[in-house]
């Protein structure tokens, strides 16, 4: 009976485990930047022509920003589990004919396929313009790759 009620309980942690909020699987920089650029965020579309990837930053689980040129910027978000995409040095596309779709294209990374879910445009220039009207100091964030 001590075996069992012991199993019961050793799997409710490792379930608990797994179940950890996305969240607690980002850094504090990766929370912010997610959250101003959300701030910036657009409609969704289904699809985005591109020509190439000018950069990318990891920001949660299921959520990565990518640059297609200056003021190109798009959130991502893609099918979890997509164990790789917070340790990428470089992502790719499935894309084909600079077309970028959602639900069909996916995110390369390390030999893993993510499927995109959603794409939303963000308005990068009124994002810098108005970081620009509030100083220095509150143009955080990090650079694309």
Known sequence: MKALVMAAGL?????ACVALPVQAQQTASERSDLARY?????AP????????????????????????GVNK?????????CAN?????GIGLTARNNMLYANFDFVTVRGQRCKVLKIVPVD???MKQDAGKAGPSSSGGRQPR
């Open 73 to 81: 910027l798009y959130l991502l978000t893609v099918q979890t589990p």
């Open 124 to 126: 990068e220039l009124k």
């Open 11 to 15: 799997g409710l942690l490792v379930g």
């Open 38 to 42: 959300q701030q910036y965020a657009e």
């Open 85 to 89: 995409l917070p340790f990428a040095n």
């Open 45 to 68: 579309v289904d699809h985005v022509r591109y020509f190439t990837i000018q950069g990318f930053q990891y920001l949660a689980p299921n959520t990565v920003a990518i640059w297609f």
